[in-house]
């Protein structure tokens, strides 16, 4: 008898490889403006922030599947710290595999809500 495969957490969240992201994928995700704004704050900075942080004007629903996106893209990680779902941009492996693209989305989102207000 073959011992058990040790069991995985149902609060792993699934990520992809940093060889498993595609180009096409990221920008889809960084296309809709409540997914760019989460990307543009968690930019700022170098901690990882809790999904409540993030105050978006859209449901708990539709926040959950803004950050599924980005996950799933590659964008983000999200872990379980206790009872709390953290993220944190994959910065490293997103300039590793499309160098400049991230500083210059970022840039010119900047551009843009400073023009639009």
Do not use: W
Request: glycine residues 6%; hydrophobic residues 40%.
């Amino acid at each position: 008898m073959s011992p058990a495969a040790p069991a995985v957490s149902s609060r792993e969240l699934p990520h992809p490889a940093r060889e498993e992201i595609r180009l096409e994928t990221v920008l889809h995700a960084l296309s809709d403006p409540m997914r760019l704004r989460i990307v543009r704050e968690l930019a700022l900075g170098s901690e990882e922030l809790t999904c409540s942080h993030f105050d978006l004007p859209v449901t708990k629903s539709t926040t959950t599947h803004h950050f599924r996106v980005l996950r799933e893209a590659g964008v983000i990680r999200q872990i379980y710290r206790g009872t709390a779902k953290m993220n944190g941009l994959r910065r490293d492996d997103l300039d590793d595999l499309f160098p400049g693209l991230l500083d210059a989305l970022l840039a010119a989102a900047a551009r843009q809500s400073a023009r639009l207000g």
